[in-house]
């Protein structure tokens, strides 16, 4: 069974720096698509980025800069380092995966995603 399970999330004043994690379990992570999208209360899904199997990587604009996506091995799926962050990141992050080699875009249309974990931007 193929399973998803964020971490990391936390309540950072502006300007601040966290990191995320996505442990997966069930499958072989390097063989799938991976990514990051957000949701705010009452807004629309946001990509935030994906990293594809060849090793190539796409950010959306808004985090462009700030935020670094790598995959891990150790826990078989992907991190996200964000820095200089803003009160519009807040928001529930989740973690995504799809098996295959395309470079598909958003990851919010991958098939499988975790729970989410929250991070809160505010002073």
């Known amino acids: 069974q193929v399973r998803l399970v964020e971490s990391g999330g936390a309540s950072v004043q502006p300007g601040g720096s966290l990191s995320l994690s996505c442990e997966t379990s069930?499958?072989?992570?390097?063989?799938?698509?991976m990514g990051w999208f957000r949701q705010a209360p009452g807004k629309e899904r946001e990509a935030v980025a994906s990293?594809?199997?060849?090793?190539?990587?796409r950010y959306a604009e808004s985090v462009k800069g700030r935020f670094t996506i790598s995959r891990d091995n150790a826990k078989n799926g992907i991190n996200l380092q964000m820095s200089s962050l803003k009160p519009e990141d807040t928001a529930m992050y989740y973690c995504?995966?799809?098996?295959?080699?395309?470079?598909?875009?958003?990851?919010?249309?991958?098939?499988?995603r975790g729970q989410g974990t929250q991070v809160t931007v505010s002073s």
């Open positions: 990293t594809f199997t060849d090793g190539s990587i």
């Open positions: 995504a995966a799809e098996l295959g080699r395309r470079k598909l875009w958003p990851p919010y249309e991958y098939d499988t």
């Open positions: 069930g499958f072989t992570s390097r063989v799938y698509i």
